[in-house]
């Protein structure tokens, strides 16, 4: 547990956006602990915009309080600047020039001196595979290439704090994969990730604690495994070799679980915690009863947005 702000990367406490008459951001709090992985959802006008353009500094707020990297939005800009890294989901790279001079471009920007230039552009294209490709143009770089070159322009600067807007958009399968590699080991090295993605698997895979807004307002906040519980739908499925087996789980039961007599399987209603599933345990050792397999099975991330942000009907969408 989080006992002093310094243990914090990102803290917010009542902070309030509108533009004109249309309030953006209503009031949110939250805390981001230092080296892990934050997730902020919402569907399109929720806010979720609004706020990683306060926390990096691009717009103003109209009330509330944020740090970033122990620093103050909205007094000390130039701190936060200097502390923080930021990924847009559109490539940041410059086409004409190669790799490498992209991250010496960089490292120029940041003010490196040229000793330091070099040595820090040759190891993140060690680090993030691109070497053999140092001195080629990055037109000539594929999809999953050109976001690796613009995470390790992102680092130049070795920032504490990573903003990763949608950095895995159009991506395919492995390359995507290989980019959350990468984002599990910047985090292993004590970097703090405030992710946003159009991705729901992306933030059960990476987020360490995942946030949804609507309507400018944080409605849940909590890890993947916690949130999922909030929906219902959860249930445990205990699957039996022997008919003898099932019908006296069946029996014991009664109405609190599901039959599926010709799959000799029954599935009881169970949100996945762990006293939920010891009462079941329990129940069952007392009656002797043996269990061939036990599965739990949680709603996703999907049926968990859907359900926070409205009526699935209206086909919300995770915004940018």
Known sequence: MMNNAAQLAISVSG???????????????LNVPQGT???????NGAGKTTTVKILSTLIAANGGRAEVAGHDVASDPDSVRAAIGVTGQF?????????????????????????????RTADLLERFDLT???????????????????????????????????????????????????????????????????YLEEADELADRIAVLEDGRLVAEGTAEQLKRRIPGGHVLLQFSEPSGFQTAQRVLG???????????????????????????????????????????????????????????NEKVIDR
């Open 91 to 119: 490539s940041a790279v410059d086409n004409l020039l190669t790799g490498e001079e992209n991250l010496r471009m960089m490292a120029d920007l940041n003010h490196l001196s040229k000793k330091d230039r070099k040595r």
């Open 255 to 313: 109405q609190d679980a599901h039959s599926d007599g010709d799959a000799l399987a029954l599935r009881v209603p169970n949100d996945g915690s762990l006293h939920s599933l010891k009462a079941l345990l329990d129940r069952l050792d007392h009656e002797s009863i043996d269990v061939d397999t036990l599965s739990v099975h949680t709603p996703d991330l999907d049926d968990v947005f859907l359900a926070l942000t409205g009526d699935s009907d």
């Open 37 to 43: 992985i934050f997730s902020l959802l919402g569907a």
């Open 15 to 29: 902070l309030r956006k509108s533009f004109g008459d249309k309030t953006v951001l209503d009031g949110i709090d």
């Open 132 to 198: 053999e490709a140092a001195r080629k143009p990055a037109s000539t770089y594929s999809g999953g290439m050109r976001r690796r070159l613009d995470l390790a322009m992102t680092l130049v600067g070795n920032p504490r704090v990573i903003f990763l807007d949608e950095p895995t958009t159009g991506l395919d399968p492995r390359s995507r994969r290989g980019v959350w590699q990468i984002v599990r080991e910047l985090v292993a090295d004590g970097v703090t990730i405030f992710l946003t993605t159009q």
